[in-house]
């Protein structure tokens, strides 16, 4: 039987798995179910399709998803060749003529001999992990997206843990440490529990808690599909909800200030807004309590009212969606193989990077490594000074409650020098990408 990387899905990820292994000479074959059955957002047969927006965001090397981008290049990526082939105009977002796009991705990936399409939603992983299947050094790359179908997503709970695989994201939104004013916010848990850096707290005085709430209730709201509002989620609860309840029902939910004294003045205010640690390195840090309906806009607005948060840096929105995605910290290696198969991989929204460009990125590791498998060497790990690899390394690692994450500036290393803080995204972008030029030479990538 010849050796072959079987991938499940023609999203965002699945495509450009498929496109970096096939560039690289090895035999795939990919399952896509659509046009047969379709997902409740997908309204095409086409791969990679965008299923919302037609933005891959910010263009520009001063946002991290433009350094992605760019280091997507680099390795030569599918879905950056037909995003800048298909691109419309958008200010400094790169936008895509939608249709064009995944027109593009699917005949790019049709056209090569060594790629074998199958219409055909997968129900059973059994037969790829005990079977014949997976010879010695064949491998499969899951990447089935935010969307698995039921049945497939039951195969994946059996294979990865009933706690370990989720279905839903309740996000709150994630801010960069070095944006918080500790002038206002201070660092102490609840009674002196659990030590003293392990929150950070704003704290708010009668008058900035009831104008803080009034906001969070007018406050313009996403719009939720069909399908997800089926979902219920009880004891989770978008934080304008609670609010809506009561006037007092966040004081004394996810904002009580009990056991809490603000070092600034002495005493207990009135309400707080608690902030926990998110990754490891302690630069990240999540609003506890705060998963949310709101536009993004109006997290910006709304959440700036905090006092200690009138700057703070937003590298990730709350989000409350249908989302099938897996504890990568607990079962994924940075490689995006599984921990207990190795020749098992992971791509996509499934793994815990959010957005069509992160997808994207995943995919390209995933399928750069299933090649290296099928060749008898070593996965790569890609550093973690690039985007890429800062963005495997974050979900592979995060220490916080597990929840998708977009690429940011605070998931890379800090600088190895001072430089004045108008700088620092500027030569954080110039190390990715030498970082990526570097590596993808010594790999001969
Ligand atoms: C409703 C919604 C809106 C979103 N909007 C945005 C946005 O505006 N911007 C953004 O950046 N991100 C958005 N996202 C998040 C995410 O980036 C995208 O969903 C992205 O497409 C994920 O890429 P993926 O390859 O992981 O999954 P997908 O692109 O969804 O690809 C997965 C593929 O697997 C197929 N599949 C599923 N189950 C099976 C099976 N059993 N057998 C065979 N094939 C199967 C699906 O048909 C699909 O083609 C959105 C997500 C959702 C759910």
């Not at 059955?37 to 946002?63: I, Q, W």
């Not at 992983?125 to 010695?136: A, E, G, Q, R, Y």
Request: with cysteine; aromatic share 8%.
């Amino acid at each position: 039987m010849t050796k072959t990387i079987y991938i499940i899905g023609a999203g965002l990820a699945g495509s450009e798995a498929a496109w970096q292994a096939a560039k690289r000479s090895a035999n795939v074959i990919l399952y896509e179910m659509r046009p047969n059955k379709m997902t409740p957002a997908h309204k095409t047969s086409k791969f990679a399709e965008l299923v919302c927006s037609n933005s891959l965001r910010a263009a520009g090397l001063e946002n991290a998803v433009g350094v992605l981008k760019e280091e997507m290049r680099q390795l030569d990526s599918l879905i950056m060749q037909a995003a800048d082939a298909t691109k419309v105009p958008a200010g400094g977002a790169l936008a895509v003529d939608r249709n064009d796009f995944s027109e593009y991705i699917t005949h790019k990936l049709q056209s090569l001999a060594n790629i074998t399409i199958i219409n055909e939603e997968v129900t059973d992983i059994d037969k790829f992990i005990n079977s014949t299947f997976l010879i010695p050094n064949s491998s499969l790359i899951i990447a089935s997206g935010p969307l698995t179908s039921d049945r497939l997503a039951e195969n994946l709970k059996r294979l990865t843990g009933d706690d370990s695989f989720y279905f839903y994201d309740a996000a709150a939104p994630i801010m960069t440490l070095e944006s918080i004013d500790f002038n206002i916010a201070f660092r102490a848990s609840r009674y002196d529990k659990g030590g003293d850096d392990a929150y950070i707290n704003c704290p708010m005085n009668r008058d900035e808690y009831l104008t803080f709430r009034e906001a969070l209730i007018n406050a313009e709201k996403t719009h939720t599909h069909d399908f997800e509002r089926e979902i219920f989620f009880e004891g989770c609860l978008p934080i304008e909800v609670i609010a809506s309840r009561g006037e007092d029902t966040l004081r004394f939910g996810p904002m009580k200030p009990v056991g809490l004294v603000n070092p600034h003045t002495n005493e207990t205010p009135y309400a707080v807004v608690q902030l926990r640690q998110d990754n490891k390195d302690g630069t990240l840090f999540n609003l506890v309590g705060f998963q949310t309906h709101l536009t993004f806009g109006e997290q910006r607005r709304v959440f700036s009212m905090i006092p200690g948060l009138s700057n703070a840096e937003i590298v990730r929105y709350g989000v409350m969606h249908r989302n099938s995605y897996i504890n990568s910290p607990r079962l994924l290696k940075p490689t995006m193989q599984l921990k207990s198969n190795e020749n098992i991989l992971f791509a996509g929204q499934m793994t815990g990077v959010e957005g069509y460009v992160e997808s994207a990125a995943s995919g390209l590791i995933a399928g750069i490594n299933a090649v290296k498998l099928l060749n008898d060497s070593e996965p790569l790990i890609f550093p973690i000074q690039t985007c890429h690899g800062a963005l495997a390394n974050y979900i592979t690692t995060a220490v916080a409650d597990f929840q998708p994450m977009n690429v940011n500036f605070g998931l890379l290393p800090p600088l190895e020098y001072r430089v004045k803080r108008r700088d620092k995204k500027s030569k954080l972008s110039e190390r990715a990408l030498n970082s990526m030029s570097q590596f993808i030479q010594s790999e001969n990538l």
